[in-house]
């Protein structure tokens, strides 16, 4: 079977609900996958990492024959980036997209992403925030890893993800893809400000992002009133952590400085 997508979720199969322990978060984003407007078209596969030793519980390997399911090589600090890496290496299909799995995509994520990918090499979405529960959040421009979309070749070019990082691996990885001059396209809403004016006073990132890099970077509307990626701000999550913890505050800052060093800026 030809597959033309390959979706990597890293998970460690965490429960949503404490008191629910049999509804996981990788669940709710397997869900969104499958309802994508494109699916009926395309050939989907989603390959799941997961930490070293981890088994995931016996009623997701009976979902689908297009759920697999990898276990990284490495631990320690870089337990996320080592996910990705292993779910990665075993994807088959001509393109890789990226769903981190507490977070969840509009249904018509990949149809969006797929127009954009033929002026470009990358494609990235933005997100609207929410914490779990709510019905109201804010939109954060950050080209999160949940959002990204590539020719599975770019992938190999760029190189995998450095699990010496804990909570930068997606600055460093963009870093690279940056310096080696790939074209990428920001989706966004369809009301985001249509002028680097109104960018700059509005959307700070967007504004950065597209002066940049100009001739390589791109934002785009893709028409929709809100952001195709729903990203949860989970109170476990890395930037929660890095919020409530001086140690892990320490760890990020010191990452950033690595980054500044490597890149002569703080890569976006």
Request: proline share 6%; with cysteine.
């Amino acid at each position: 079977m030809t597959i033309d997508v390959s979706v990597i979720i890293p998970s460690r199969l965490d429960a949503i609900k404490v008191e629910e322990p049999d509804y996981l978060w990788l669940e709710r984003a397997i869900e969104s996958v499958r309802a994508q407007s494109a699916a009926a078209t395309l050939q989907i596969e989603i390959i799941v990492g997961l930490d070293p030793g981890t088994a995931p519980p016996a009623r997701l390997h009976d979902m689908a024959t297009t759920l697999r399911f990898a276990n990284a090589h490495a631990d320690g600090e870089g337990r996320q980036a080592a996910a990705l890496n292993a779910a990665a290496a075993e994807a088959r299909g001509d393109y890789i997209a990226m769903l981190e799995d507490d977070d969840e995509w509009q249904p018509r994520f990949l149809e969006h992403a797929f127009q954009a990918i033929t002026e470009c090499e990358f494609v990235s979405s933005n997100q609207l925030e929410l914490a779990p529960g709510s019905v109201a959040g804010h939109i954060n421009d950050f080209p999160t890893p949940s959002g990204w979309f590539m020719r599975r070749s770019l992938w190999h070019e760029v190189g995998e993800m450095d699990t010496t990082y804990r909570y930068h691996l997606d600055n460093d990885w963009l870093g690279r893809l940056s310096d080696a001059g790939n074209r990428r396209v920001h989706l966004v809403e369809r009301t985001a400000a249509h002028n680097l004016t109104e960018l700059k006073e509005k959307r700070p990132f967007l504004y950065s992002f597209a002066t940049a890099k100009p001739g390589f970077n791109f934002v785009v509307r893709h028409g929709g009133d809100f952001p195709l990626v729903i990203r949860t701000v989970n109170p476990h999550g890395g930037m929660s952590m890095i919020a409530a913890s001086p140690a892990a505050r320490a760890r990020s800052k010191l990452e950033e400085n690595r980054l500044k060093e490597t890149y002569g800026r703080f890569p976006y």
